[in-house]
């Protein structure tokens, strides 16, 4: 839910704050609740199949998600599941790309063989994102050890020598020249709040959050 944050940053301004009741009217209005079921797991909101994964990246860098629960839905378990449902689609190849599979997944925003997209389930042409699974790690973190292992495996040079590359379409034979620290930077920061919760402890301090959390409506 990347945009989750702006409005929480909005409200949360200790000089020019915006009216909380644009949480419910912006960030939640429209189709924002939406039931569905996917590989056995249940979503309450977004887009089918829970959409990009990096919907459960950005606000979560410092926001942490295991304390954010409205009336809508709980984000840590939405954003688990959305995780393992990407992951399901991956191992499930629907549209038959080479590559993929329960140990090679990961759709979301990237550089791609044709340009620039945000993969999901339904805008997938192949293109395997590594900060997907990566920064997935404490969503699913059982599942992304394999991801690493297995991405800078024989004859993909996903890794270069600042890390993962952007990403890496096995059905063109493409791997990205990029790095892009908007994919690169949620690596690192989600990794380190599967280690330690260190940047969400440091975000949760701040004295404007937890007031701005509770004119939302967000409990723990």
Known sequence: MKAMI?????????????????????????SYVHSQDHYGYHLDIGPDYGGPLFFTHYSYLGLDPRIVRDQYTNYFIHSQRQSLINREYCAANPKHFTGY???????????DPYGYSAHSPTNDNGTITPTAALSSALFAGGITGSVEKFLPGPGRPAVGPMGFY???????????????????????????????????????????????????????
């Open 6 to 30: 702006i409005y929480i940053l909005a409200i949360a301004s200790p000089t020019h704050p915006v009216p909380a009741r644009l949480y419910q009217r912006g960030w939640a209005g429209g």
């Open 101 to 111: 599979n329960a140990s090679c997944w990961g759709l979301t925003a990237s550089d």
């Open 166 to 220: 952007d990403a890496f379409s096995d059905r063109e034979n493409w791997v990205a020249s990029s790095y892009l620290a908007i994919d690169q930077g949620p690596i690192v920061g989600m990794i380190e709040n599967y280690r330690s919760q260190l940047l969400w402890k440091t975000f949760m301090t701040s004295p404007e959050i937890g007031p701005a959390l509770d004119a939302i409506g967000v409990c723990g």
